[in-house]
C-alpha cells in the first residue's frame, strides 16, 4: 500500500497570510498517462469531506482560486494564497493511483 | 444537483451483519464508480471500497476483504454495502461518495454511523 504523510499535522494561520501543506507519498503517484493521481479534501468541522484539487494541480468546481495544488512524482503542495476564516478544518491528500486508495493523516488549520 | 445519502447504520454486536444503502441522484449514475469511505471517532478518513460503474469490478481495502461486499442497482441509483462479521474497529461513520472522472471523490454523503459494541 502506499503510504501518505502530511506536514504540518496542525497549522495555525492569521486571517490574510497564506498557507502551505505537504504531501508526500512512499511511491510515485505519476501513471504513465502522465498524470499524477493525487488529490486534497477539506473536512470543515462536523462535515463531509470535499473534493478541493484532482490530478495535482486541478481545481474541483466552485473551489476559490486561492487554493491551488503543485507537485509530481512522490512530492506534493497545497496552497492557500490568504487564509479566510471558513478555511478551517482538517485537510487530507489522497493517493488515487492504486487500490487502496490511501489518506494521509491530514493536517488542521485553524485561524490564530 | 448531485445528492448522495446513505442510510442502514445503526448499534449492532460484534461478529453481526449490517446493509448500507447509498442513494444518490443528480447525475448519470450508471457512468460512474461508487465508493465508499469511513472515518472512525475523532480519527481520519480511510477508503473502504469501490465498485465500478457497470458492477462488475471490486476492490476493497484488506482489514474488510471477505467480510464486505459491495453491490449496485443502476435501475434504482443504489450502492450498497454489505458488512458481515463485524468487529469493534469497523466502527465509525460510514460515507458514500461519487467517483471523479478525474481522480477521487466529488461527491460526498452525510454519513452514516456503524457502532459495533457488545
Known amino acids: 500500500d502506499i503510504v501518505m504523510t502530511q506536514s504540518p499535522l496542525s497549522l495555525p494561520v492569521t486571517p490574510g497570510e497564506p498557507a502551505s501543506i505537504s504531501c508526500r507519498s512512499s511511491q510515485s503517484l505519476l501513471h504513465s498517462d502522465g498524470k499524477d493521481y493525487l488529490t486534497w479534501y477539506l473536512q470543515k468541522p462536523g462535515k463531509s469531506p470535499q473534493l478541493l484539487i484532482y490530478?495535482?494541480?486541478t481545481r474541483a468546481s466552485g473551489v476559490p482560486d486561492r487554493f491551488s495544488g503543485s507537485g509530481s512524482g512522490t512530492v506534493f503542495t497545497l496552497k492557500i494564497s490568504r487564509v479566510e476564516a471558513e478555511d478551517v478544518g482538517v485537510y487530507y491528500c489522497m493517493e488515487g493511483l492504486q487500490t487502496p486508495y490511501t489518506f494521509g493523516l491530514g493536517t488542521k488549520l485553524e485561524i490564530k | 444537483q448531485v445528492h448522495v445519502v446513505e442510510s442502514g447504520g445503526g448499534v449492532v454486536q460484534p461478529g453481526r451483519s449490517l446493509r448500507l444503502s447509498c442513494v444518490a441522484s443528480?447525475?448519470?449514475?450508471?457512468?460512474?464508480?461508487m465508493h465508499w469511505v469511513r472515518q472512525a471517532p475523532g480519527k481520519g478518513l480511510e477508503w473502504v471500497a469501490v465498485i465500478s460503474s457497470d458492477g462488475n469490478k471490486k476492490k476493497f481495502v484488506d482489514s474488510v476483504d471477505g467480510r464486505f461486499t459491495i453491490s449496485r442497482d443502476n435501475s434504482k441509483n443504489i450502492v450498497y454495502l454489505h458488512m458481515n462479521s463485524l468487529r469493534v474497529e469497523d466502527t465509525g461513520l460510514y460515507y458514500c461518495?461519487?467517483?471523479?472522472?478525474?481522480?477521487?471523490?466529488?461527491?460526498w454523503g452525510q454519513g452514516t454511523l456503524v457502532t459495533v459494541s457488545s
Open positions: 443528480g447525475f448519470d449514475f450508471r457512468n460512474y464508480g
Open positions: 461518495a461519487k467517483g471523479n472522472r478525474g481522480s477521487g471523490f466529488d461527491y
Open positions: 490530478l495535482a494541480s
